[in-house]
């Protein structure tokens, strides 16, 4: 795929656009809206009206399919159609902002589903007609979109990360384990805290009280 050098504008918007991820904005909604009233002097320099009979783009057709929301709802994709007027395009900017919600829950049901890769595939092998801004946009976003890959859903997410049976939440975190001060119990310390369980068992119990002092001078880490 050709690569094209866009605005910081342009790559702003987008970037906007998508910011679905939940290590956004505080309110990514608000956030969008703040981005369309920016980009919105595209309407204030234009007077003539717009010519909405023209038919959807292809690509914009194609897009809506690919994040699996109805055309009528992704209509705002036609702002990247060259080939329409200003005020046509201007007239599509007016959706912009609502419409990025369609594709921001489009995008969090990819992710929930494990249906990210096949979805980022699509957009990579797409080879339907585009004028230069779609080619742009789709470039852009595509960055965009493995970046997130990458820096997000490759890396598990901690806070959501439940404990497995028999482990306690302070275990892999620099712990000690003895199995051979005695016969009937195994012994751990781990981040300062001492737990035991019975032998082989891994089911940790933090020690307390009298159990822990004796923990404490008789087993050794």
């Known amino acids: 795929m050709n690569k094209f050098i866009i605005s910081e504008e342009e790559k702003s918007r987008i970037l906007n656009m998508y910011n679905l991820i939940s290590e956004g904005p505080e309110d990514p909604v608000q956030d969008l809206k703040n981005q369309a009233q920016n980009l919105s002097t595209l309407g204030k320099k234009l007077s003539s009206e717009p010519n909405t009979q023209t038919p959807l783009s292809q690509f914009t057709k194609d897009m809506a399919a690919i994040y699996g929301i109805p055309?009528?709802?992704?209509?705002?994709?036609?702002?990247?159609?060259?080939?329409?007027?200003?005020?046509?395009?201007?007239?599509?900017?007016?959706?912009?902002?609502?419409?990025?919600?369609?594709?921001?829950?489009?995008?969090?049901?990819?992710?929930?589903?494990?249906?990210?890769?096949?979805f980022l595939n699509q957009l990579k092998t797409y080879n339907g007609q585009m004028t230069e801004n779609q080619k742009k946009f789709l470039t852009t976003t595509i960055s965009l979109f493995e970046s997130f890959k990458k820096n997000v859903l490759s890396k598990p997410n901690q806070q959501n990360q439940a404990p497995q049976q028999g482990q306690s939440p302070q275990q892999n975190q620099g712990e000690k384990i003895n199995t051979t001060?005695?016969?009937?119990?195994?012994?751990?310390?781990?981040?300062?805290?001492?737990?035991?369980?019975?032998?082989n068992e891994n089911n940790w119990v933090e020690a307390k009280g009298k159990g822990l002092e004796a923990i404490k001078s008789k087993v050794k880490f």
Not at 85 to 111: G, I, V
Not at 181 to 199: P, Q, V
């Open 181 to 199: 001060n005695d016969k009937s119990y195994d012994y751990k310390l781990s981040d300062g805290k001492y737990y035991y369980s019975k032998k």
């Open 71 to 118: 055309e009528d709802e992704a209509t705002s994709l036609e702002l990247f159609n060259d080939n329409l007027d200003e005020p046509t395009r201007a007239y599509y900017h007016k959706f912009y902002a609502s419409q990025m919600n369609n594709f921001r829950d489009s995008l969090l049901k990819l992710k929930q589903s494990g249906k990210f890769d096949e």
